[in-house]
């Protein structure tokens, strides 16, 4: 897709333009936006584009602080750790419809200018999918999830070292269990909430400029 800044009744909004033909009947997609706009609670989408040729495109909220990929490196520790609770609330949600994300990473998390974060809906499987899915494709969302909490709690992006590094002994134990390689131990976004909320009530004097765990996609 390509994604633009453009305007709608006097608003600065995102526009982002799919390279893909409409396939659905229109009345039928606007009412299968509209629906997982109220159940999932991710990004506002303002509404759908349809041009003549059936080129298609999706009016978002625009978010002042862009992607989280953008401004991470100046986040305090608080907002880092308000930002996870809010993907992990956010993700929690969408599974508790039984839908699974897949494809989360930090240039698809959007964040306003009070720096909560918001999912943009592009890469969900539907509930009819859940059932035909083994539990490597249902907690690889929380495998991302870790991923995004490494990235998240360390500061030098370009140097990702094959070693743990020295940060809150609940976050690093959290991550762990998140990325585990085994599925099954890998925690709900129930206990991630519960942890992650532990962890946001524990003072912290431990520096965030350190080396980060290696963690593969």
């Known amino acids: 897709a390509n994604i633009y800044t453009a305007k709608w009744k006097e608003h600065i909004v995102v526009h982002k333009m799919m390279k893909s033909c409409l396939e659905k009947d229109e009345n039928d997609f606007i009412d299968y ?58 993700l929690k949600n969408i599974q508790d419809q039984g839908v699974v994300f897949h494809e989360l990473n930090s240039s698809n998390i959007l964040i306003d200018s009070d720096y909560k974060a918001y999912i943009i809906d592009n890469s969900l499987s539907p509930v ?20 995004i909490l490494n990235e ?3 500061v030098e992006r370009s140097n990702w070292n094959p070693f743990k590094q020295n940060r809150n002994s609940k976050l ?29 009530s524990t003072p912290t004097s ?9 963690l593969k996609w």
């Open 152 to 154: 998240l709690t360390e």
């Open 206 to 214: 431990t520096p965030m400029n350190i080396s980060a765990t290696y």
């Open 33 to 90: 936006i509209t629906n997982r706009q109220d159940c999932l609670k991710v990004a506002e989408i303002k509404g759908i584009t349809i041009n003549e040729d059936k080129s298609w495109g999706v009016v978002m909220k625009y978010y002042s602080n862009r992607s989280l990929s953008l401004i991470c490196d100046r986040l305090s520790y608080t907002q880092k750790i308000s930002i996870a609770l809010d993907v992990a609330a956010a």
């Open 128 to 147: 009819a999918q859940l059932k035909k899915l083994s539990v490597v494709d249902y907690k690889v969302d929380q495998k991302h999830f870790g991923i």
């Open 172 to 200: 690093q134990a959290l991550i762990e269990k998140c990325t585990s390689e085994i599925p099954e131990e890998r925690p709900n976004f129930t206990d991630i909430l519960a942890q992650l909320n532990d962890i946001a």
